[in-house]
């Protein structure tokens, strides 16, 4: 895409220069309002390098970077950028505030040098000493993000988009984040395709595309290679206000990450409706466990909101260590935070609706879950053609432990340890489709394949288990009724635990 000659404002002339020292941001800052007060057009960033802190967009423009052109953020230690939502600390890099038709594009480059808000730790987390004080998330230290400390006076989002409308990012490339990549809070009509974005897998907070209470919201051809969530949906409300994320697609991408591929949840007092994924490849490209991606899909609710009608399909995953993880809580954060009183009376939400269709997974060192509340099950879910290779060598020992609730901690695919069943643990659902789905160790284990404990309405069509060892079933119930096993190998046993 070329910018019309007639609406262009280079921001050459009105005193940007392209050497990568000089302080750009008051003259890329004019360019910007010039092209917002005349009704719109491009504002065009020739090749060079631009040194510059926060800039404010207007409506009605389009952020040209050309081919060769970067926008190097500013060190910024005196605070001069733009607060996100009037935080102390957090500052936005480029931020637009209830806008409309606003794109961001060319073949140019953001830069945050982030490596210069991190500071390694000495030594890794343990559960003694987590992550700002997250005690509830055990096994958390060993990710590969959490060996380093950010700053609290980094830019929290590089670009943010807040209450706006009718806005594309499309073919940039973004680069050491110092915080997250892409924002968009309480946005409709909305499509980010063709992004690049690359940071390092130890880089704290560098979420690559975070959708927060929109709604009609396409995330296409993308490739993300960063620490934290590569794609992370979020329904915190807007103002004090609930509000749904729903009506989202995502679709041909790429992404690889130490932390989650795909996840929606942490942030769930609205819930999620309406959701596409299809046709991505989640991987980790460092075979070390720990630089390894902790989940692969995760659906997640914690605060009340409600999931439903979501679909995945036609997704790839290697090195992912729980590909599937699916998650019911009652964390009930809420804001303002709820009384201790209000606390006890919170009832979780719900899970409904759910497929996963033709999904293959290898490498995989933690059971994928699919675990509802006491009373809260979750319902209408489908598993079709899935295959999960995991790293097995366990024995029986995890399957005859008792698996903890946890209803309250942090929504992370380590809740319960490594896992009871070797490749799925399903617990407190109703109505549960498994067709021609296969689960086999790459070292002999002593688990069963499945493990499912108060389900009810349970069919199993064509599924096996490989690589097992010791005496233990290929499926193990507790507490099921209705369940039914069809064109299954004769191996393929189910019992139930007394």
């Not at 917002?36 to 409506?59: I, K, N, Q």
């Not at 490849?281 to 991606?293: G, L, M, P, S, Y």
């Not at 293959?360 to 994928?368: H, P, R, V």
């Not at 789905?437 to 009810?456: L, N, Q, S, T, Y």
Request: hydrophobic share 35%.
């Amino acid at each position: 895409m070329k910018p019309l000659e007639t609406t262009v404002y280079n921001i050459i002339d009105f005193g940007a220069v392209p050497d990568g020292e000089t302080i750009c941001d008051a003259a890329i800052q004019k360019a910007i309002d010039a092209c917002g007060e005349a009704g719109g057009g491009t504002v065009y960033c020739p090749p060079g390098v631009f040194h510059t802190c926060s800039l404010v967009l207007r409506s009605h423009i389009t952020l040209y970077l050309s081919t060769g052109c970067t926008l190097l953020a500013q060190i910024d230690r005196d605070n001069r950028g733009y607060k996100f939502q009037g935080s102390p600390f957090l500052k936005c890099f480029i931020y637009a505030m209830n806008l409309e038709d606003v794109l961001i594009t060319g073949s140019g480059t953001i830069h945050g040098q982030g490596d210069a808000y991190w500071h390694k730790l000495n030594k890794k987390l343990t559960e003694e000493r987590p992550y700002h004080n997250y005690a509830e998330r055990a096994g958390w230290a060993d990710v590969a993000q959490h060996w380093y400390q950010p700053d609290f006076d980094r830019y929290g989002q590089m670009i943010a988009l807040y209450d706006c409308k009718n806005c594309r990012i499309g073919n940039i490339n973004m680069t050491m984040a110092p915080g997250f990549n892409i924002l968009m809070h309480g946005c409709t009509n909305m499509t980010v395709t063709g992004v690049n974005i690359h940071g390092p897998y130890h880089g704290p907070n560098t979420d690559g595309i975070d959708i927060n209470s929109c709604s009609r919201v396409l995330v296409s051809n993308c490739n993300v290679h960063t620490g934290d969530d590569c794609i992370c949906m979020k329904s915190m409300g807007i103002n004090g206000n609930i509000k749904v994320c729903k009506d989202i697609a995502i679709t041909n991408c790429i992404l690889s990450t130490a932390c989650n591929g795909i996840k929606m949840g942490t942030e769930s007092i609205g819930g999620f409706q309406n959701i596409s994924i299809s046709n991505c490849v989640i991987t980790c490209e460092d075979d070390a466990q720990q630089n390894r991606a902790i989940g692969g899909v995760c659906i997640e609710t914690t605060d009340g909101g409600h999931n439903e009608n979501i679909n995945v399909l036609n997704i790839t995953m290697r090195n992912v260590r729980a590909p599937l993880f699916v998650y019911l809580g009652a964390r009930g954060r809420q804001f303002p935070p709820m009384t201790e009183e209000e606390m006890k009376a919170f009832k979780p939400g719900g899970v409904k609706n759910i497929n996963f269709t033709n999904i293959t997974a290898m490498g995989a060192s933690i059971t994928s879950s699919i675990t509802g509340a006491p009373g809260y099950p979750i319902e209408n879910l489908n598993l079709d053609n899935v295959t999960i290779s995991y790293r097995g060598g366990e024995d029986e020992t995890l399957a005859r432990a008792e698996v903890p609730e946890r209803p309250r901690m942090y929504p992370e695919t380590s809740v319960y340890g490594k896992g009871a069943a070797g490749g799925l643990y399903c617990r407190h659902a109703k109505n549960i489709s498994i067709a021609q789905m296969k689960v086999c160790a790459e070292a002999p284990d002593g688990r069963p394949g499945f493990i499912f404990d108060d389900v009810h309405g349970l069919d199993l069509i064509g599924v096996r288990v490989g690589q097992r060892s010791g005496d233990m079933p290929a499926i193990l119930t507790r507490g099921c009724t209705d369940v039914n096993l069809y064109a299954s190998p004769a191996e393929t046993t189910v019992e139930e635990d007394n």
